[in-house]
């Protein structure tokens, strides 16, 4: 099957830190955009950060500073490392892989072709 799968969610304290994997399964994530979604209780989804074929990176302003994005092309891995998290962070996150990503405005665009399931983090006292 061709499938990503995100793992690496779970329960942190504010301030804390996780580390979250999405790792291909049946294809290569090497000529693919990556990026990372999350969708809050109640809430829409919306983007959180990017990662080129090429390795150039992208952030919501929201995430700035906090979280940072990188691939493993060897482990066929993206991975998004969380730091200084926020109860308004708590969210499932799935991450997508796209052959296309549109940068304009000061943001990114991404049609995904492959989405994970999602994995759930919850940032709480």
């Known amino acids: 099957q061709e499938q990503l799968v995100e793992s690496g969610g779970g329960l942190v304290q504010p301030g804390g830190s996780l580390r979250l994997s999405c790792a291909a399964a049946?294809?290569?994530?090497?000529?693919?955009?990556v990026a990372w979604f999350r969708q809050a209780p109640g809430k829409e989804p919306e983007g959180v950060s990017c990662i080129s074929s090429d390795g150039t990176i992208d952030y919501k302003d929201f995430v700035k500073g906090r979280f940072i994005i990188s691939r493993d092309n060897v482990k066929n891995t993206v991975y998004l490392q969380m730091n200084s998290l926020r109860p308004e962070d708590t969210a499932v996150y799935y991450c997508?892989?796209?052959?296309?990503?549109?940068?304009?405005?000061?943001?990114?665009?991404?049609?995904?072709?492959?989405w994970g399931q999602g994995t759930r983090v919850t940032v709480s006292s």
């Open positions: 049946g294809f290569s994530l090497d000529h693919y955009n």
């Open positions: 997508a892989a796209s052959e296309f990503i549109l940068r304009r405005d000061g943001t990114w665009y991404l049609t995904p072709d492959y």
